[in-house]
C-alpha cells in the first residue's frame, strides 16, 4: 500500500509518501482469530517501510508564528512539495510495476491554524480527485503518537506528546485514545518559544535553550504537577524574571529544561503507574530534545519498561507520520467523502474514533497480583499489616530538585494524610516516617486500588471525602483510581450479633465499603475553588483511563461532593472553565 500525505498545521509543510507491508499485522492478526494461527515471524519489520517527506519549513523573520504569515507560506509551498511527493510515488509506482502511483490521500485534519489548515485540505482534495482516490482526515496530535508506536512496533504504550501548541499525556482504551494528564496552560515548545523571544533569540527557542543548557548550572524555577496535568506559565515568569535579573541565561535554559521536562517524565511515570504499562512512546517536536528522551529512557529503565522515541524526522511535525497514519486508517476503512471533509482546528486527540486498533487492546494492564508496588514515585512493599513506601531518587532528575520534592512530598503526605483523618475521611495511620530517606510506614488499608472496584458506590464516596478535605482548605493533588483503597467495612461490635466472623456476610449498612484515600504527597494548603476543581479534574481523566463508564462514575463522585461540599457552586463554575479550556491557540 502506498499513501501521499499532506502535513500543514503550522510551519511545516510538508507531504510524504509511505509504503508498507506491516498493516498486514492486523490483518494477519484478524486472520489468525479467525483460525487461530498467527506467526509473528511473517510480520513485516516497520523499519522496512519505505517513507519519503518533502518539507518547506516556514521561518519567522522575527517573533513567533505569524498566522498569516504562515497560511502565505502554506499557499505558496504546499503545491510544490506535494508535486515533489507525487513524483516519488509515481516512480515507485513504475519501479513496481503497480498501475496506481497511490491507493489514498492523508491530511492533516486539525488542530492548527485555521488558514493553513484549510490550504492543506484544498490540496488534498484536489489530489484525491486526479488520482480518483479516497481521503482520509487524520488528526495530527494522535499522528505525532501513532508514528512512535509504530514504530516501536509496542502494542499499547502510554504516549507522550511533548509538541509545539500542546503536551499530553494518552493511552487508547476502549475505542479512544484517553487524555491521562496534559498541559493547563501553553504547550511545551510554546512556552519555550516565548522565554527565547524575551531573550532575542529567533524563533524556533528550542534547539538554542538546549545549546545553551549545555553550558549552564540548574537554577531552581517553580515545578508544578497535579496529578497528571501541569502547568508551564509560572515557570516561564519566573525564568523570565530570572535573566531580567541577570542570572546567567545558560543557568536558566538548564533550569528550564530540568524543571519542565522533569515533570513530563514525572507525569509519564505516573501514567505507566496508573494503568499498569510498561511501554512509553514520545512524540512531538520538544521530544527532539535529548536532555528529555535522557530522562524518559532512564526513569523507564529504573522501573523495567520499555521506551522509544522516533528518529527526529518523525517527531518534529513532518507528513510523513500522516500518511503513516494514513494508510492505518485507510486499512480499517476509515476515509472520508470530500463533502465531509472540512477541518477542525480545535481537534482533540481523544475526539478521534479509532477504528484502526481492536477494542481488546488497552494501555491499562490490571489485575496483577503484587507485593512490591512499583508506584510513579514510591516503592511501596505491602507486608501482612502494614506498608513501606520508600521515595527512592529518581536519577533521571536534577539531584537538588529530586531531593527537595522527596523530602518535601514525604513531610506532606504525613502531615496531610493524619489531617484528612481528623476530619472524618478514612486514610491509613502512619506508623513511622523517616523523612531523610523518604520512607513512610502506613497502616495497611483497603483490599483492592479503586480501579479494580470500581462502583458508583465507591466513586462516589471519593467525592464525598474530597469535599470534605476542601472544606477543610486543602487538596489531595493526585486523587486517581490508584490512590484510593476499597474494602469492606468492619461493622462495630453491636451490628456484628449474630455474626460468628467480623468479614462474613451481613445485612445493610454494614455490608458497605470503606473507601480510603492514599498518597497526599502532592497535597497542599488551599482554599482556591480552582485547586479544589483541580481534584475532581484529576479524577475524572483517572476514570477516563480506567473505567467503562467514567461519565456516570464522575458524576456520581460530583453528587456526593454537592452533597457534602459547603461552597460547591464555585468549584463546579472553576470546574467547567477548566475543562473546556482550549489550548490549541
Ligand atoms: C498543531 C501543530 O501545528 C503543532 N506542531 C508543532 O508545534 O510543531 P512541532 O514540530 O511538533 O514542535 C515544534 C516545537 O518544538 C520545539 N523544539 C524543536 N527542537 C527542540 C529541541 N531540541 N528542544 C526543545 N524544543 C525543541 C520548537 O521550539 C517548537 O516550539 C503541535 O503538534 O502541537
Ligand atoms: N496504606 C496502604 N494500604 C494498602 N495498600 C497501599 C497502601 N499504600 C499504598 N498501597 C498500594 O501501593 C500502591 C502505590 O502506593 P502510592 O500511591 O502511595 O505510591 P506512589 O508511588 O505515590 O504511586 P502513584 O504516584 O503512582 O500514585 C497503591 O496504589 C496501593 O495499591
Ligand atoms: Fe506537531
Known amino acids: 500500500m502506498r499513501i501521499l500525505g499532506i502535513e500543514g498545521t503550522a510551519w511545516a509543510a510538508s507531504a510524504a509518501v509511505f509504503e508498507t507491508d506491516t498493516l498486514s499485522v492486523s490483518k494477519a492478526r484478524q486472520d489468525a482469530s479467525a483460525d487461530g494461527v498467527f506467526e509473528t515471524d511473517d510480520l513485516a519489520d516497520p523499519s522496512d517501510d519505505h517513507v519519503f517527506i518533502e518539507t518547506d519549513a516556514y521561518q519567522p523573520d522575527s517573533g513567533g508564528i505569524h498566522p498569516r504569515e504562515a497560511a502565505e507560506h502554506m499557499g505558496e509551498q504546499i503545491p510544490q512539495v506535494v508535486e515533489t511527493a507525487i513524483a516519488h510515488a509515481e516512480?515507485?509506482?513504475?519501479?513496481?510495476?503497480?498501475?496506481?502511483?497511490?491507493?489514498?490521500?492523508?491530511?492533516?485534519?486539525?488542530?492548527g491554524l485555521g488558514p493553513c489548515l484549510r490550504i492543506v485540505a484544498t490540496a488534498a482534495r484536489a489530489v484525491a480527485q486526479r488520482f480518483d482516490v479516497p481521503l482520509v482526515g487524520v488528526n495530527h496530535m494522535v499522528a505525532h503518537l501513532e508514528v512512535g508506536r509504530h514504530r516501536s512496533g509496542f502494542d499499547s504504550p502510554v504516549c507522550l506528546n511533548a509538541s509545539g501548541a500542546n503536551a499530553h499525556v494518552l493511552g487508547y482504551r476502549n475505542g479512544r485514545y484517553r487524555v491521562l494528564g496534559e498541559t493547563m496552560d501553553t504547550g511545551a515548545g510554546n512556552a519555550i518559544d516565548k522565554f527565547t523571544r524575551h531573550v532575542g533569540w529567533q524563533h524556533p527557542g528550542g534547539p538554542k535553550v538546549e545549546r545553551h543548557a549545555r553550558d549552564g548550572e540548574y537554577h531552581p524555577l517553580p515545578y508544578v504537577v497535579k496529578g497528571m496535568d501541569f502547568s508551564f506559565s509560572g515557570i516561564m515568569s519566573a525564568a523570565k524574571q530570572a535573566v531580567d535579573e541577570d542570572v546567567p541565561v545558560d543557568d536558566v535554559c538548564r533550569g528550564l529544561e530540568e524543571?519542565?521536562?522533569?515533570?513530563?517524565?514525572?507525569?509519564?511515570?505516573?501514567?505507566?503507574?496508573?494503568?499498569?504499562?510498561?511501554?512509553?512512546?514520545?512524540?512531538?517536536?520538544?521530544?527532539?530534545?535529548?536532555?528529555?528522551?535522557?530522562?524518559?529512557?532512564?526513569?523507564?529503565?529504573?522501573?523495567?519498561?520499555?521506551?522509544h522515541a522516533p528518529e527526529n524526522r518523525f517527531l518534529r511535525d513532518n507528513a510523513g507520520m500522516i500518511a503513516m497514519l494514513g494508510a492505518k486508517m485507510y486499512a480499517a476503512g476509515d476515509t472520508l467523502a470530500i463533502a465531509d471533509s472540512a477541518i477542525d482546528s480545535n481537534f482533540r486527540p481523544d475526539e478521534v474514533e479509532v477504528r484502526w486498533r481492536g477494542p481488546a487492546e488497552s494501555v491499562d494492564r490490571r489485575g496483577r497480583v503484587e507485593t512490591e508496588v512499583q508506584g510513579a514515585e514510591a516503592t511501596v512493599t505491602i507486608e501482612a499489616d502494614r506498608v513501606v513506601k520508600a521515595r527512592s531518587p529518581r536519577s533521571y532528575r536534577h539531584p537538588t530538585l529530586?531531593?527537595?520534592?522527596?523530602?518535601e512530598r514525604t513531610r506532606q503526605e504525613v502531615r496531610l494524610t493524619s489531617e484528612a483523618r481528623r476530619h472524618g475521611v478514612p486514610t491509613p495511620l502512619v506508623r513511622d516516617v523517616d523523612p531523610e530517606e523518604a520512607r513512610i510506614v502506613f497502616q495497611r488499608v483497603g483490599s483492592a486500588d479503586l480501579r479494580e472496584s470500581l462502583t458508583a458506590e465507591s466513586v462516589g464516596a471519593v467525592g464525598e471525602h474530597l469535599a470534605r478535605i476542601h472544606d477543610a482548605g486543602f487538596v489531595h493533588g493526585d486523587p486517581t483510581t490508584r490512590n484510593v483503597r476499597v474494602g469492606r467495612r468492619v461493622a462495630p461490635p453491636d451490628e456484628r450479633a449474630g455474626s460468628a466472623r467480623a468479614d462474613g456476610p451481613r445485612t445493610g449498612a454494614s455490608r458497605e465499603q470503606r473507601v480510603f484515600l492514599i498518597d497526599f504527597g502532592l497535597g497542599y494548603y488551599t482554599g482556591e475553588p480552582e485547586d479544589h476543581a483541580m481534584d475532581l479534574h484529576v479524577l475524572a481523566q483517572s476514570l477516563a483511563g480506567t473505567a467503562d463508564d467514567p461519565e456516570a462514575l464522575f458524576s456520581a463522585a460530583c453528587d456526593a461532593y454537592r452533597a457534602e461540599s459547603g461552597h460547591a457552586d464555585d468549584v463546579f463554575a472553576s470546574l467547567a472553565d477548566i475543562e473546556g479550556r482550549g489550548r490549541y491557540q
Open 91 to 111: 516512480e515507485r509506482a513504475a519501479a513496481d510495476g503497480t498501475a496506481a502511483p497511490i491507493d489514498a490521500v492523508a491530511f492533516s485534519r486539525g488542530p
Open 259 to 307: 524543571t519542565i521536562f522533569g515533570m513530563l517524565t514525572e507525569v509519564s511515570e505516573r501514567a505507566l503507574s496508573l494503568t499498569g504499562a510498561d511501554e512509553l512512546v514520545l512524540g512531538g517536536g520538544v521530544g527532539q530534545n535529548e536532555r528529555l528522551q535522557r530522562m524518559l529512557g532512564e526513569m523507564c529503565e529504573q522501573r523495567g519498561a520499555d521506551f
Open 402 to 407: 529530586d531531593e527537595r520534592l522527596r523530602t
